[in-house]
């Protein structure tokens, strides 16, 4: 069992940065990979961004590529999403995820994560 819990949400005006957290417990981060997805309002969930935990490697959504840096620090078992250069359409509610391996370019499916945290809140105004 893994449990997660998401912070660093809030408001921002447009333009401006923020860097959420995903802590972890339970079984350590090391033998997973974990992603962020986003729901926004009226909206399905999207995938964020990716991150291989032993290997480092990473793979983003197309359209976050630039703006969002997915990182991890094992030895704190934690997550982050650093987001610059925020626009209203990022407002959503943010999610954390851990699978079981890394898949690639199939990261992106939720199908894969096995453990989600609760999300926390992204709020942009124009």
């Known amino acids: 069992q893994v449990q997660l819990v998401e912070s660093g949400g809030g408001l921002v005006q447009a333009g401006g940065s923020l860097r959420l957290s995903c802590a972890a417990s339970?079984?350590?981060?090391?033998?997973?990979?974990s992603g962020w997805f986003r729901q926004a309002p009226g909206k399905e969930r999207e995938f964020v961004a990716a991150?291989?935990?032993?290997?480092?490697?990473?793979y983003y959504a197309e359209s976050m590529k630039g703006r969002f840096t997915i990182s991890v620090d094992n030895a704190k078992n934690t997550l982050y999403l650093q987001m610059n250069s925020l626009k209203p359409d990022d407002t959503a509610v943010y999610y954390c995820?851990?699978?079981?391996?890394?898949?690639?370019?199939?990261?992106?499916?939720?199908?894969?994560?096995?453990?989600w945290g609760q999300g926390t809140q992204v709020t942009v105004s124009s």
């Open positions: 995820a851990v699978s079981r391996g890394w898949y690639g370019r199939n990261q992106g499916r939720e199908s894969l994560y096995d453990y």
């Open positions: 339970g079984r350590t981060f090391s033998t997973y990979a």
């Open positions: 991150i291989a935990w032993s290997g480092g490697s990473t």
